[in-house]
C-alpha cells in the first residue's frame, strides 16, 4: 500500500497541453449553454443558490473530510478524495437531471454557478482540508505545491472558457447553439479519449492497485449523492429539485481533477487512480440513478 504514495502515472508533457486545451473546449462547450440569465434565475431565488453551495462546496469537502478521518486510507489516496470533492459539479449533470426528469434549468444554473464559484472554493477546499489531514499534508510539502499557481491554472481552464462562451451566446444564440451541439459531444468524446490513452499506456498500474480504491470510490460518491438529496429533502424543496441537487453534488468534474494532478502532482498513484476511478463510475451511478427516477416518474403520472 506504500507504493500507491510514491507510484506515478505517466503523461508527458505534449499530453498534458492537449488535456488542458481538451478540458478547456468542454468547458467552453458547456458555457455556450449558459446564459446571463442563469444567473440571474440563481439570484432572484437566493435560498437555492445558497443550499447549492451549501451542499457543494461546504459539506461535500467536510463529510469527505470525515470519511477520511475515519476510514483512514493511504495519504495519496486521501488527497485524491479531497481534490474530486473539491471540483465543482461534472458537465454531464445537466444531462442526468434531464433524463431523471429534474429541475434542468436549476441543474444548468446551478452548473454555471458552481463553475464561476470553483475559480476560487476549488483551490481554497484543497489547500484546506489537504493541510488540515496530517498525513496528506506532509505528502503536500514533499509536492510543495504554489497555491497561486492552482488557481491561475484553474482560472484560465475553467474561466475563460466560461466568459468567452456566455459572451458569444449573449452576441449570437443562434451560432452559439449551433455550435453548441457539435462541440459538446465532440469536446466530451477528445476527453475522454485522451484519458483512456492515457490510461492504456500505465494500464498495468491501474490494474494492480484499482482494487485500493473501488469500495472506497463507491462509498464516497454514494455520500455525495445521498448528502445532495438529505440538504436539498431538509430545506423542503420539491422532488424535482432535489433530484437536481442531489446529481450536481454527486456528478463531480473528475476530469478537472485529473488535470490538476498530472499538473501539479505528476499523476500521483493513488490520486489520479481515485479521481480516474471516480470519472468511470460516477457516469454508471448517475445514469443508473437517473433512469431510476425516470420511471419512478412516469409511474407516478400513469397513477
Known amino acids: ?35 446571463v440569465e442563469d444567473f440571474k434565475r440563481l439570484l432572484k431565488e437566493p435560498k437555492l443558490v445558497l443550499i447549492g453551495i451549501l ?7 467536510f463529510f469527505t473530510f470525515l470519511l477520511i478521518m475515519l476510514v483512514k486510507p493511504q495519504p495519496s489516496i486521501a488527497l485524491g478524495m479531497i481534490m474530486v470533492a473539491a471540483c465543482p459539479g461534472g458537465n454531464i449533470s ?8 429534474g429541475n434542468t434549468a436549476l441543474s444548468v444554473s446551478l452548473t454555471a454557478f458552481a463553475t464561476f464559484l470553483a475559480m476560487f472554493m476549488t483551490p481554497f477546499n484543497f489547500e484546506f482540508y489537504g493541510n488540515l489531514y496530517t498525513p496528506t499534508a506532509e505528502l503536500l510539502k514533499d509536492v510543495q505545491v504554489a497555491p497561486f499557481e492552482l488557481v491561475k491554472l484553474v482560472l484560465l481552464i475553467l474561466g475563460v472558457p466560461l466568459v468567452l462562451g456566455m ?13 453548441s451541439k457539435f462541440l459538446r459531444p465532440f469536446s466530451i468524446i477528445l476527453f475522454v479519449a485522451i484519458v483512456i490513452i492515457a490510461f492504456a499506456n500505465n494500464l498495468d498500474v491501474f490494474n494492480k492497485y484499482v482494487h485500493h480504491v473501488l469500495a472506497l470510490g463507491i462509498l464516497h460518491n454514494m455520500l455525495a449523492i445521498l448528502l445532495g438529496l438529505m440538504v436539498a429533502k431538509l430545506f423542503g424543496l420539491s422532488f ?29 498513484g493513488g490520486m489520479a487512480i481515485m479521481a480516474a476511478f471516480w470519472g468511470i463510475w460516477h457516469i454508471i451511478s448517475g445514469l443508473l440513478l437517473s433512469l431510476y ?11
Open 293 to 303: 427516477w425516470s420511471k419512478k416518474s412516469e409511474k407516478v403520472l400513469a397513477c
Open 94 to 101: 445537466n444531462f442526468m437531471t434531464h433524463l431523471a426528469k
Open 55 to 61: 451542499s457543494q462546496f461546504i459539506l461535500l469537502p
Open 167 to 179: 459572451w458569444l451566446r449573449n452576441k449570437n444564440e443562434i451560432l452559439a447553439n449551433k455550435i
Open 1 to 35: 500500500m506504500n507504493e500507491l504514495d510514491s507510484i506515478q502515472i505517466h503523461f508527458d508533457n505534449s499530453s498534458l497541453w492537449v488535456l488542458n486545451i481538451a478540458l478547456a473546449i468542454v468547458m467552453f462547450g458547456v458555457s455556450l449553454g449558459i446564459s
Open 240 to 268: 424535482k429539485n432535489q433530484k437536481a441537487l442531489a446529481i450536481e453534488t454527486g456528478i463531480q468534474n473528475s476530469g478537472l481533477g485529473l488535470l490538476l494532478i498530472f499538473t501539479f502532482f505528476n499523476g500521483l
